[in-house]
């Protein structure tokens, strides 16, 4: 069964760190590129940051925050977010792509098949 699962999220102060991860099974994750999106209350699902075979993308919002890798040999990506601000709070959704996508499109969902089921971040005082 093909599924993406993300786990690390949880409560944080601002300015602190979180590495997500998100383990995929049923599929080798280096065949695919793998986006990480977020979802706040109210607000619009957004990009924040993709993995493809040879290059990375962030959002403009979380650029030099926030780190993309990947661990094959664990089938595995991770996102590592330092300095966490207020604006970052939101369900974080790892997603994969069979699609190379590039700097125009990386962000858009409908290049995207299978989602994770999500993993709450909170930053709070």
């Known amino acids: 069964q093909v599924q993406l699962v993300e786990s690390g999220g949880g409560l944080v102060q601002p300015g602190g760190s979180l590495r997500l991860s998100c383990a995929a099974s049923g599929f080798t994750l280096d065949s695919y590129g793998i986006g990480w999106f977020r979802q706040a209350p109210g607000k619009e699902c957004e990009g924040v940051s993709y993995?493809?075979?040879?290059?990375?993308y962030y959002s403009d919002s979380v650029k030099g925050r926030f780190t993309i890798s990947r661990d094959n040999a664990k089938n595995t990506v991770y996102l590592q977010m330092n300095n966490l601000k207020p604006e970052d709070p939101a369900v974080y959704y790892c997603?994969?792509?069979?699609?190379?996508?590039?700097?125009?499109?990386?962000?858009?969902?409908?290049?995207?098949?299978?989602w994770g089921q999500g993993t709450q971040v909170t930053v709070s005082s």
């Open positions: 997603t994969r792509t069979s699609t190379r996508l590039g700097g125009s499109d990386w962000s858009a969902r409908w290049a995207y098949g299978v």
């Open positions: 993995i493809g075979s040879y290059r990375t």
